[in-house]
């Protein structure tokens, strides 16, 4: 419960003031992402990018905990694991780059930590 309210003041923590806004349509694929997620900074970018793969991430688990097998994953991975997982998938595979960013997150964590 902790970590998904860590999640939520992590995405409505996000600056309003930032110099730098996020466009949605460059960032609502899963080549968008990737690249906010890249950055590795302090950027409103890699904040979205750590405060969205967490939030699906914190959803699966609820998802495995509650013993769905598809749409979930089993484990409890750091924030960070995700947004690895998420990103060493989207390297991975290039040909889906232009497909949803919650499709991506979605299919990079639930292989990385499926519930068999």
């Given at each position: 419960m902790y970590s998904f309210?860590?999640?939520a003041i992590l995405a409505f923590?996000?600056?309003t003031t930032s110099a730098e806004p996020l466009d949605p349509d460059e960032t609502a694929t899963v080549e968008g992402l990737y690249r906010l997620c890249k950055r590795h900074d302090d950027s409103k970018a890699f904040t979205f990018c750590v405060a969205y793969v967490a939030g699906v991430a914190e959803?699966?688990?609820m998802q495995g905990i509650g013993g769905a097998k598809i749409f979930s994953i089993c484990g409890t991975p750091t924030y960070g694991d995700t947004v690895q997982a998420f990103v060493d998938w989207a390297e991975a595979n290039t040909s889906g780059w232009q497909d949803g960013r919650l499709v991506g997150v979605i299919t990079a964590l639930s292989k990385t930590w499926p519930c068999r």
């Open positions: 309210i860590t999640a923590g996000l600056s959803t699966l688990r």
